[in-house]
């Protein structure tokens, strides 16, 4: 419940921004009963909610670099977003294992940025695995818009565009050909999806006439922002206290 509350939140909080996002071949998305790993250049830092919020009310979980747990509140945030830890200098079974376990054995997909980085465009070897352990498809996306918080603020054009399920299970191993071979079939899709996108783009300027609603939603929006910095500084804390209790 709480992480589909935080989706909206933020989601509002970028409409506040922006609104000025378009979605484009959503009917490919698979049905909310079917689990699958959903993946995407990493672009910005949000294009992960815009993944989360055009798939809703499918809800993901996702890797994270353990450094971003240290902080207490935004770490807090981030697992009640469905995030877990991962190490990527020592990366353990767990970092497999789990996403496995949680694809098979509940109603939650994944979200993986396979490149790994925000500006590299090196398809990494875990979404095979996982894909091929789990029996999952691979869903891809990309993101078109801002780059920058300037321009999301400039209410530049965004768009999200889904890609055609991929299906790897004539992929019989995932040594270095059957991954080779997962990772030239999303880069053709990214490659793809990114042409089709400039096509069907059109850089929209934004209305002036959509500031009205924000105007009267912002003093909304800064109580429920309130509320919800409120609700973190007390929750986040008690959270990280109960589980070391637990621990012991």
């Not at 054009?157 to 997962?182: R, Y």
């Amino acid at each position: 419940m709480f992480y589909t509350y935080l989706r909206n939140f933020v989601a509002i909080l970028l409409w506040m921004l922006n609104g000025n996002v378009h979605y484009h071949n959503k009917d490919k998305i698979p049905a909310l009963d079917e689990n699958y790993i959903l993946v995407a250049p990493h672009r910005t830092w949000w294009d992960p909610v815009y993944l989360a919020f055009a798939t809703a009310p499918k809800q993901f979980i996702f890797m994270a670099k353990k450094e971003l747990f240290k902080n207490v509140f935004f770490g807090w945030w981030i697992e009640m977003c469905g995030a877990f830890p991962i190490d990527r200098d020592h990366p353990g079974p767990s970092t497999i294992k789990h996403p496995v376990k949680v694809l098979k054995n509940s109603n939650k997909s994944l979200i993986m940025f396979p490149s790994g980085s925000r500006h590299s465009s090196d398809v990494k070897g875990g979404v095979a695995v996982i894909a091929k352990m789990a029996k999952v498809r691979i869903m891809p996306a990309v993101y078109e818009g801002p780059r920058g918080f300037s321009g999301l603020a400039r209410r530049e054009q965004i768009d999200m565009n889904f890609g055609n399920p991929i299906d790897i299970s004539d992929i019989k191993k995932m040594d270095d050909a059957g991954i080779a071979e997962v990772a030239r079939r999303i880069e053709q899709e990214f490659d793809r999806l990114d042409a089709e996108s400039e096509k069907i783009r059109g850089v929209k300027k934004a209305s002036p006439l959509g500031y009205i609603p924000r105007i009267i939603l912002l003093i909304p929006v800064l109580l429920l922002t309130l509320f919800t910095v409120l609700f973190t500084l007390i929750a986040a804390p008690l959270a990280r206290l109960f589980k070391k209790t637990k621990t012991k």
